[in-house]
């Protein structure tokens, strides 16, 4: 920490100190965040890991005082260059903010000017900072856009941000940020709302941009995997509080606080499955703000190795090793030290499922298409004479699935999955195709179904927050689907639903409480307790875990376990997590643009011969383990258009395979719809690389680990 | 499918909820009014609106004269000893006509010469057209499609005609009396109710809790009211509240046109009306009490519906 004001080569770009952010609020001052030290050098990416509310965006504002009306630092220094932040006036930070200090947000289309001209937007970074003329900053961000490699980048300059799809505005963003050369660059969640194969080629460009810039980056995220592939240090968060801080490698490889220790266990890495491995929540939940405590371990609580030592004071920073440290007070021995929790830990399932000589089918999808009709604009259309188009959101899928079993979707957004799962369920109406549940025929939309059927077939859905009616205790909402399906007598429903939220791993007292007083893991636990409610035989999870935290998510899974391996439900899983996919589904079908493109058991869509997609997909998949070896195959262009979709084979625009492994370079892609190529035990391919051609590639992942 | 025992030595431990006291109905209640406490317009709006029911309910008691008492030796007086407000030109106690007439209004409707229920013109008015409204709100909202525009379309109907026509064609058509002017408030209530209704329903149907109702089969009346409405009740309690206060105006306007309650009724507007040729002649109170009275009910029952819009708006 060198306080001469000559830049030094390797005087960190930003340093934090025992910074300290709290809150105003009508109870008084909350803490946001305490005890942050941390620094960044030029050239270094140091991630600020955490979940939810554990105040990593909070730091991120305080460096540039985004903080708003009610934020205040109230202890600590931050030293940008060498100057310190706090306390400097709204002019000083103004200038600063633009010029040497960029960041870059989670939502590309909040972050830029739906009403402006990207080119507009572009040239206004450059002509407010610097005295450069409009033509000169023009070319400037041209230079840029290219620099990020945006396809036609002279013309996106004219374009408006709704023209372009969400991975380029992100890349306009980051053009933005980078246009003034900065210092620092923040960037918060920058990938969380993109698709994994849009993901992979910004974390690209990211990379890629370090090494030509030598910026400082503070990379924010909850990600294990991003922060893996992105990071060369790392800061781990846990309430306010900077819990563990080190190189990436070093806490990957031995992380020392119980709870990095946590994180790693709760998250599944590509290629585990239920059967041979286990995901081990955190239990418990994150204590609100008001609730910290000042002179205890504020993870205290919830941690396996707590001993009454830990509530006696507040531990500091231990060092590990050479610039690794953690907020423990057994960091240097955790390995060693013994569980103190009472809980056991979970055993993996160990056995797959027996192959036995009946597999009785429970649903059965054959040629099953949804199509949109899509409002036409044309005049014709109005007196009915325009020729009819339509979003062909599922066309032509063929699924089966076996009693008992697990099966996974997995695909991009617009590949069609929640609109199967919504003609499965009856919420869309089927436009063709044959689809029969338990024998029966159910073409219909849910009003049209028979009340049996429907009882059978019950949904667990993705967004915690809205899918409890907020005016209803959960004990009613539980019992609404008991009563209405007659599961039960009347007088044992109240007893039904008990036993429901024991199942769910709630105790009674959460059969009056309403869903605000509920955390989004609670909320979801309650769904999943009602879908259950009629106890149907079939259960579609529509991306369940998706909106939760890392560590709530391993719980929710857990629970979704269980309840299949008591009560012998099937299921459907739609994820675009392709590790939780991989470790929760029995066989799994890969969507994209309204087809299944690839089917079959689990372990053998994540090994050779892959579809050319699914190669893609988990090429893009953020490993969390730096460790690992992965493929860096990249997909091309954009996904095209539902309502005209490419002739002949619909990833052809994209497919990185077919030119070197097909004859005539991949023509026949482009006329033909491909054949469907089946490999062993029921793994299908929708092809038209011979197979054989398809094992010889190399797999995805190699795992330094043995 | 059979549930079969929990396996022996669950591993992972049951949730406990955050220690949230039960609370008894007595306390929600409480807390549910210590959101209007927490606001200083709500308070002054209640004050204000309780102190007319107040006199309403208790009018009796609280004058010595009745509101058709004529005293021919002391007409258009102003406020006195024996007359706390003045008198009007036909000598009737200004004081008494008020708080008469806010009974109709707020606390008394009377739908036959000897049967009435509780409950003014202007409470009445807007309950029934809250019940029409929330029911084609509800409907158009939730259905879409056809019946949507059909619903729509029946409401730019009734939107259409001028209130001061439409309350003419009515007492034309019926006759002057209270229940009248209740059809009348309805009608011209309503669409404005059903399309507050109609786009909360539009946003609160794309909540999954009612995919969740529709997996189930459930009937879209169910759906409708159980799932939807409950959710919507803020807004439309305030609404609510709000057009109260225009009813009362509106009513007031129409009595000074002549088109209010018949007389002898203390009906505001007609006082106004009546006492307006006095004023230059040197006697306001006929005019200016009844206009203070329209005045400050109005005021106060916006103030009231304001501050219960910002208290609950602070949530969101």
Redesign the interface.
Known sequence: MSDSPEKDAHAPVIELENLAIAYETRKGDVLAVRNINFSVREGETMGLVGESGCGKSTIAFGIVNFLGPNGKIIDGSVRFQGQELVGRSEAELKKLRGDRIAMVYQDPMQALNPAVRLGEQLTEVLTHHTDMTEKQAWERSVEMLKRVYMPDAGDVMNRYPHQISGGQQQRVVIAMAMLNNPALLIMDEPTTALDVTVEAAVLDLIEDLKNDFNTANIFITHNLGVVARVSDHMCVMYAGELVERGTVEEIFKLPCHPYTRGLLASVPKLGESKIESILT?I?GRVPPPAKRPRDACVFAPRCDYATDDCVKEKPSLIPVSEGHVARCIYAEEIESRPRTSK????EALLQGHEETGEHESILDLENLKVYYPQESQSVASLFGLGEKKYVKAVDDVSLHLEKGRTLGVVGESGCGKSTLVKGL???EQVTDGDLEFMGFDINDT??E?D?RL??E???V???PD???????SVGKQIA??IR??KTVPKDQVKGEVL?LL??V???A??Y??LPR??SGG?KQ?V?IA?ALA????LIICDEPVSALDVSVQA?VI??LL?IQ?????SMIFIAHDLSVVRFFSDDIAVMYLGQVVEVGPADAIYEPPYHPYTEALLSAVPIPDPEAEQKELRLSGNVPSALNPPSGCRFHTRCPRRKEMLPDGGEICKREVPPWQVSEKGHRIFCHIPLEELKKVDPVIHSKAA | MVATQQTAGDQTPMETPEDVPRTSRVKRVWGGLSVLFASKTAMVGLFIVAFWVFVALFAPILTPYTPFEQDWKAPNEGPSTSHILGTDELGRDIWSRLIYGARVVLVILPITENFWIPGGTAIWGVVVALVVGVFLGLLGGYHGGWLDEIVMRILDAMMAVPIILLFLIIMAALGQSALNVVIAMTIVGTPGIARLVRSLTLDIKTREYIRSAETRGESPWYIMFVEILPNARGPIIVDAMLRVGYAIFAMGTLGFLGLGLPPPSPDWGSMVAKGREFILAGSPWAALWPSVAIGTLVVGLNLFADGLREESMRYQ
């Open positions: 929540p239990r809980r056991k830990p979970r369920i009856g919420l849910v009003s179904r009340t429907i009882k077939m019950q949904m859905f993705q967004n809205s899918t409890l009616n907020p005016s209803y609404r689907p209405r399906f036993k024991r199942a791993r709630l105790s007292p959460y009056d409480r007083q509920l609670e636990r769904g009602r009629s106890r149907p035989d719980a857990n629970l269980e391996q008591t009560f012998g439900s």
